[in-house]
């Protein structure tokens, strides 16, 4: 009847299941890819904001004597490095924010991994498919 009752309730939870396990995945991906941006962009941001404050406050005279022809043009430049920065920072922000919550289903996940649940994990942490972890549980209840 326990066994039953878990059968089921792993049913119920397993879509929350898979998507915490893909979601550990993007988590992963989104990682590389900001880290990447990061050795990509360097010190570009902190440039970009000295260079743009420069241009504005020079007025146009100002600015052809010293070689600038089109200031508008190389502050849109600049705002670009921003504007990936910015991005950058929200996916940042929105990894840490995914993987708390990862963090905490795993911990309560765990609670029951501890009181004797099998993992749902197969070779090379990729999930199984629901079918065959239910029948992994039916095994179990045979025992």
């Not at 406050?57 to 010293?66: G, I, K, V």
């Not at 430049?77 to 950058?88: D, E, H, I, P, T």
């Not at 309560?108 to 993992?119: A, E, N, T, V, Y």
Request: charged residues 30%; neutral net charge.
């Amino acid at each position: 009847m326990l066994w039953a009752n878990i059968i089921h309730s792993i049913n119920d939870i397993w879509p929350s299941i898979q998507v915490i396990f893909e979601q550990t995945e993007l988590v992963k991906v989104a990682t590389k890819t900001i880290q990447k941006l990061k050795e990509d962009l360097g010190d570009q941001p902190e440039d970009a904001n000295q260079l743009i404050q420069f241009l504005n406050s020079r007025n146009r005279h100002e600015l052809n004597e010293l070689g600038v022809e089109e200031g508008t043009e190389a502050i849109i430049k600049f705002k670009r490095v921003l504007s990936k920065r910015n991005l950058m920072i929200n996916l940042e922000k929105k990894c840490h924010n995914m993987q708390v919550n990862i963090d905490k289903f795993m911990e309560k996940f765990q609670i029951l991994r501890d009181k004797g649940l099998p993992s749902p994990m197969v070779i090379n942490d990729k999930l199984m498919t629901q079918l065959d972890y239910v029948d992994k549980l039916n095994k179990l209840s045979k025992e």
